[in-house]
């Protein structure tokens, strides 16, 4: 059963949007919390923004001000809307559950979209 299904990623310019979306199974929807994580070639995963709950989001100061992360409940989506982006912002973007706030110890991931800037 495919429990996180990410979509949007693609190839743009520098100073693009893209928005990503991320649709859920219900009882993974309703985890503590959602969840977009990155890995950019060559290094480690990071958190890029997650949404608790009960409404509490946090992004990554790399991404501050230029991500913003939304859910719409009545689809079962995560978005990560992304605005000014950078070639750094380039990798794979997971989607990821968590029983825990701020997601951590993420236990469900989707299977990633591809993101490129290109400068």
């Known amino acids: 059963q495919v429990l996180l299904v990410e979509s949007g990623g693609e190839s743009v310019q520098s100073g693009g949007s893209l928005r990503l979306s991320c649709t859920a199974a219900?009882?993974?929807?309703?985890?503590?919390?959602l969840g977009w994580f990155r890995q950019a070639p060559g290094k480690e995963r990071e958190a890029v923004a997650t949404h608790d709950r009960d409404g509490d989001i946090r992004y990554a100061d790399a991404v501050k001000g230029r991500f913003t992360i939304s859910k719409d409940n009545a689809k079962n989506t995560l978005y990560l809307q992304m605005n000014s982006l950078r070639p750094e912002d380039t990798g794979k973007y997971y989607c990821?559950?968590?029983?825990?706030?701020?997601?951590?110890?993420?236990?469900?991931w989707g299977q990633g979209t591809l993101v490129t800037v290109s400068s």
């Open positions: 990821a559950a968590s029983h825990y706030f701020a997601c951590g110890a993420a236990d469900v």
């Open positions: 219900t009882a993974i929807y309703t985890r503590t919390c």
